[in-house]
Protein backbone atom coordinates (compact mmCIF):
# COMPACT_ATOMS: atom_id res chain seq x y z
CA UNK A 1 0.00 0.00 0.00
CA UNK A 2 2.89 2.35 1.02
CA UNK A 3 4.55 1.53 -2.63
CA UNK A 4 0.75 3.06 -4.44
CA UNK A 5 1.14 6.25 -2.39
CA UNK A 6 4.98 7.13 -3.17
CA UNK A 7 3.77 6.11 -7.27
CA UNK A 8 0.93 8.38 -7.34
CA UNK A 9 1.53 12.81 -6.08
CA UNK A 10 -1.39 13.32 -4.08
CA UNK A 11 -2.05 17.04 -2.72
CA UNK A 12 -3.88 18.07 -0.24
CA UNK A 13 -7.50 20.02 0.37
CA UNK A 14 -6.72 23.12 0.77
CA UNK A 15 -3.75 22.71 -2.33
CA UNK A 16 -6.31 21.92 -4.46
CA UNK A 17 -9.26 24.09 -3.07
CA UNK A 18 -6.26 27.22 -4.28
CA UNK A 19 -5.42 25.09 -7.64
CA UNK A 20 -8.71 25.25 -8.79
CA UNK A 21 -10.24 28.71 -6.98
CA UNK A 22 -12.87 26.99 -5.07
CA UNK A 23 -13.15 26.60 -1.40
CA UNK A 24 -12.52 22.97 0.83
CA UNK A 25 -16.49 22.84 0.91
CA UNK A 26 -16.75 22.65 -2.47
CA UNK A 27 -14.37 20.26 -3.09
CA UNK A 28 -15.81 18.13 -0.25
CA UNK A 29 -19.35 18.45 -1.65
CA UNK A 30 -17.86 17.23 -4.99
CA UNK A 31 -16.40 14.22 -3.40
CA UNK A 32 -19.34 13.53 -1.96
CA UNK A 33 -21.59 13.65 -5.12
CA UNK A 34 -18.42 11.72 -6.72
CA UNK A 35 -17.72 14.33 -9.08
CA UNK A 36 -14.25 14.74 -7.85
CA UNK A 37 -13.08 11.70 -5.79
CA UNK A 38 -10.76 12.35 -3.37
CA UNK A 39 -8.32 10.06 -1.76
CA UNK A 40 -8.11 9.21 2.21
CA UNK A 41 -4.38 9.88 4.09
CA UNK A 42 -3.33 5.82 5.34
CA UNK A 43 -2.50 7.76 8.53
CA UNK A 44 -4.60 10.76 9.33
CA UNK A 45 -7.98 10.17 7.09
CA UNK A 46 -7.71 13.74 5.73
CA UNK A 47 -8.73 13.52 2.11
CA UNK A 48 -6.69 13.63 -0.40
CA UNK A 49 -6.54 14.53 -4.01
CA UNK A 50 -4.40 12.78 -7.20
CA UNK A 51 -2.59 16.06 -8.71
CA UNK A 52 -3.49 14.59 -12.25
CA UNK A 53 -6.90 15.06 -11.74
CA UNK A 54 -6.86 18.39 -10.19
CA UNK A 55 -4.09 19.17 -13.80
CA UNK A 56 -7.31 17.58 -16.20
CA UNK A 57 -10.00 19.82 -14.25
CA UNK A 58 -7.58 22.68 -15.13
CA UNK A 59 -7.04 21.80 -18.73
CA UNK A 60 -10.54 21.48 -19.15
CA UNK A 61 -11.37 24.58 -17.86
CA UNK A 62 -8.37 26.06 -20.46
CA UNK A 63 -9.78 24.76 -22.73
CA UNK A 64 -13.29 25.96 -22.72
CA UNK A 65 -14.75 23.01 -21.32
CA UNK A 66 -17.07 22.82 -18.28
CA UNK A 67 -15.64 19.71 -15.98
CA UNK A 68 -17.89 19.63 -13.78
CA UNK A 69 -21.99 19.97 -13.54
CA UNK A 70 -24.52 20.25 -10.64
CA UNK A 71 -28.07 20.69 -10.61
CA UNK A 72 -29.78 22.73 -7.53
CA UNK A 73 -32.68 21.42 -6.33
CA UNK A 74 -35.49 22.87 -4.00
CA UNK A 75 -36.37 21.98 -0.74
CA UNK A 76 -39.07 19.42 -2.33
CA UNK A 77 -36.74 17.92 -4.54
CA UNK A 78 -37.51 19.53 -8.17
CA UNK A 79 -34.41 20.72 -10.38
CA UNK A 80 -34.40 24.36 -9.88
CA UNK A 81 -31.20 25.49 -12.86
CA UNK A 82 -28.66 23.54 -13.79
CA UNK A 83 -24.99 25.51 -12.97
CA UNK A 84 -21.06 25.37 -13.41
CA UNK A 85 -19.58 24.77 -10.08
CA UNK A 86 -16.13 25.64 -11.36
CA UNK A 87 -15.52 29.55 -12.25
CA UNK A 88 -13.80 30.29 -15.50
Same mark, same amino acid.
Given at each position: ?????M?? /?????????????????????????? /??????????????????????? =????????????????????????? =??S? /??
Open positions: MYDRWEK /KFISIKQASEMLNVSKLTLRNWDKDG /KLPAFRHPINNYRVYQLEDIEKI =IRQIESGEKPIRTTRRSKTGARIVP =III /KD
